[in-house]
């Protein structure tokens, strides 16, 4: 006899389906390739659609705010002729406090356009706050599935901070110890309920991501005469830096340098009970960044909208320690106390403005609200509870789920170049491993391959003989 997972996975395709209202499988193409763009485009709404529908919504519009002290700091450790300007769109300033108002605004709207009474997202970040206050301006009844404890039921505190938010939003939130069963009991309250499914993933949500990319690049035109030179992007699952990306584009602005940035958590696994809780961010991380950028189909949707390797020009990592620092440093030098998210990028972007020179434009496209559980004094103590030492000192020194080192300087802070390249070759093997055994990759394969991973057909070709001989 089928167990109940089973019997509900084996369902899961046509529940989704319903939760989604839409067919993925109209954009199949092979078993390796799909119709990326047809997929982002089949909600027929245009930009200008989806801004107006945030602009009712009470979303975007963020103010954005050159950092003149942070530059002058930069550039006084900078070479001569060096330190660019650092620029910051303060997206804390959202309803919820962070951009994921831009990413759940129009699944809502979708929501409520079809009928559905209620929404169900999957999320242990500020993405649950966000459905939570959309769901309730809009009247529609909202659960929000969380990875809350380890097994001894101890919680992080920020995403136990981010529980009573969307709580107070009037969200129902479902609490789970780390591990498997987080898709399961959505995928089963999504059919016990009918509700529709807010996504992280779909189309809909990484959309709206895209007036980030194009707000921003018109008001740094506005403001500078032409559009940034660097946009910088905390990443996670990718659909921060797929959305801004989009938008950047959209809007013209085809030469900006992409640079996504997560904190490095190399060697902690997200899904082990002992490690969960030795990490002191919930996301921009690695142990996110890494797995989807290289198989972004792991998702909750058949195929996801967030593809971040499609976009990225570099992949930067930067340490705990060094983004506690730049908190400190953003509070009392710009007087903005924010949260880890967007200080990752911003860790990185001083970095990077150090070897910038002086006429270069670096935007941080997001700042996150902060408070309660997410504060960096708070994680540092929980940091220790869980024995994690924590420290003044050089960055090098910093091991993840061991020891959080502290700068003492400036100068420490240095974001290191994550191998893209291997990145795509990762993600090549990942696609023919969800193709059938022994499938060969056409013409048109190859194709969608090198527009997936921002290559070319010769790269792929290189990437599968190197597969083939190993
Ligand atoms: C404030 C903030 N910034 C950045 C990210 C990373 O976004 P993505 O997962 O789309 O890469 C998240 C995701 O949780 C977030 O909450």
């Known amino acids: 006899?089928?167990?109940?997972?089973?019997?509900?996975?084996?369902?899961?395709?046509?529940?989704?389906?319903?939760?989604?209202?839409?067919?993925?499988?109209?954009?199949?193409?092979?078993?390796?390739?799909?119709?990326?763009?047809g997929m982002m485009t089949?909600?027929?709404y245009s930009l200008e659609d989806i801004a107006g529908i945030q602009a009712r919504a009470g979303v975007g519009s963020t103010p954005l705010l050159e950092l003149r002290n942070l530059t002058d700091l930069v550039r006084s450790i900078s070479e001569p002729g060096k330190g660019a300007r650092i620029f910051v769109k303060d997206e804390a300033a959202s309803l919820a406090g962070a951009f994921k108002d831009r990413r759940a605004s129009v699944s809502i709207h979708v929501a409520k356009e079809k009928?559905?009474?209620?929404?169900?997202?999957?999320?242990?970040?500020?993405?649950?706050?966000a459905v939570a206050s959309q769901a309730a301006r809009n009247g529609l009844k909202c659960i929000i599935c969380q990875e809350t404890y380890d097994?001894?039921?101890?919680?992080q505190p920020e995403i136990v901070e981010k529980g009573r938010i969307c709580?107070?939003?009037?969200?129902?939130v479902v609490q789970m110890t780390v591990g498997p069963e987080l898709f399961f009991h959505m995928v089963e309250l999504l059919d016990e309920t009918g509700y529709f499914a807010a996504s992280l993933y779909s189309s809909f949500g990484v959309s709206?991501?895209?007036?980030?990319?194009?707000?921003?690049?018109?008001?740094?035109?506005?403001?500078?005469?032409?559009?940034?030179?660097?946009?910088?992007?905390?990443?996670?699952?990718?659909?921060?830096?797929?959305?801004?990306?989009?938008?950047?584009?959209?809007?013209?602005a085809t030469e900006t340098e992409i640079v996504s940035v997560s904190v490095d958590l190399s060697?902690?696994?997200?899904?082990?009970?002992?490690?969960?809780?030795?990490?002191?961010?919930?996301?921009?991380?690695?142990?996110?960044?890494?797995?989807?950028?290289?198989?972004?189909d792991r998702a909750d949707v058949p195929r996801n909208a967030a593809r971040p390797l499609r976009y990225l020009d570099r992949y930067l990592t930067v340490t705990q320690g060094e983004v506690f620092y730049i908190t400190e440093?953003?509070?009392?030098?710009?007087?903005?106390?924010?949260?880890?998210?967007?200080?990752?990028?911003?860790?990185?972007?001083?970095?990077?403005?150090?070897?910038?020179?002086?006429?270069?434009?670096?935007v941080v496209q997001e700042t996150e609200y902060t408070g309660a559980g997410k504060h960096h004094w708070s994680q540092l103590n929980f940091a220790r509870e869980m024995g994690v030492a924590v420290c003044a000192g050089d960055p090098k020194d910093n091991v993840p789920g061991k020891m959080i080192v502290i700068p003492e300087r400036l100068e420490q802070i240095r974001a290191r170049d994550f191998d893209v390249a291997r990145m795509r070759t990762s993600y090549v093997r990942n696609a023919l491993k969800n193709a059938p055994a022994g499938y060969a990759p056409t013409a048109d394969d190859i194709a969608f391959l090198a527009a997936d991973t921002n290559s070319d057909a010769a790269t792929i070709e290189a990437i599968l003989a190197s597969l083939e001989e190993a």
């Open 1 to 37: 006899m089928a167990t109940r997972f089973e019997a509900l996975m084996a369902r899961r395709g046509e529940i989704m389906r319903k939760a989604l209202g839409m067919d993925y499988s109209v954009f199949e193409q092979s078993p390796v390739a799909f119709d990326y763009e």
């Open 42 to 44: 089949a909600h027929g």
């Open 115 to 129: 009928g559905y009474e209620g929404v169900i997202a999957a999320t242990s970040g500020n993405y649950g706050a």
């Open 151 to 155: 097994s001894r039921k101890v919680g």
């Open 167 to 172: 709580e107070s939003y009037g969200a129902e």
């Open 208 to 252: 709206g991501i895209e007036t980030l990319g194009l707000e921003l690049a018109r008001e740094m035109t506005a403001l500078t005469g032409a559009p940034p030179t660097h946009v910088v992007v905390t990443h996670a699952g990718g659909g921060n830096t797929t959305g801004t990306a989009r938008g950047l584009k959209r809007a013209g």
């Open 267 to 296: 060697g902690l696994h997200m899904a082990s009970d002992t490690d969960f809780n030795r990490k002191s961010f919930t996301t921009g991380h690695t142990g996110f960044g890494v797995p989807f950028a290289t198989w972004p």
């Open 329 to 362: 440093a953003m509070a009392k030098l710009e007087g903005l106390e924010r949260g880890p998210a967007g200080n990752t990028a911003m860790t990185a972007a001083v970095s990077l403005a150090q070897d910038l020179p002086r006429e270069a434009t670096v």
